[in-house]
């Protein structure tokens, strides 16, 4: 089993910058990717951004120049630096993780919240 803890949500002014981190613990390997989702009161959950066992990116038209996925050594941590946040950024943040050969994330974390004041 793998669990996902996210941890950096916060209350933030617009065009401030914040950090975000998820950490998997259990049967953890370094062949999954790992992502971001997102979801605003009233709205569908959105994909914000994720990041291949390789290094490669992708990210949402939303949030790309302004916000950066990345991994630690261990393939164990993933993290979303979120800069030039806007009031429409606001949501719950949760991560995912997506198995090595899975076309679908298979584990998720329960979320984090960001709030962007204006």
């Known amino acids: 089993q793998v669990q996902l803890q996210e941890s950096g949500g916060g209350l933030v002014q617009a065009g401030g910058s914040l950090r975000l981190s998820c950490t998997a613990s259990g049967n953890t390997f370094s062949n999954y990717a790992m992502g971001w989702f997102r979801q605003a009161p009233g709205k569908e959950r959105e994909f914000v951004a994720a990041i291949r066992w390789s290094g490669d990116t992708t990210y949402s038209d939303s949030v790309k120049g302004r916000f950066t996925i990345s991994r630690d050594k261990t393939m164990s941590t993933v993290s979303l630096q979120m800069n030039s946040l806007k009031s429409e950024d606001t949501a719950v943040y949760s991560c995912?993780?997506?198995?090595?050969?899975?076309?679908?994330?298979?584990?998720w974390g329960q979320g984090t919240q960001v709030t962007v004041s204006s």
């Open positions: 995912a993780a997506q198995r090595g050969g899975s076309s679908s994330w298979n584990y």
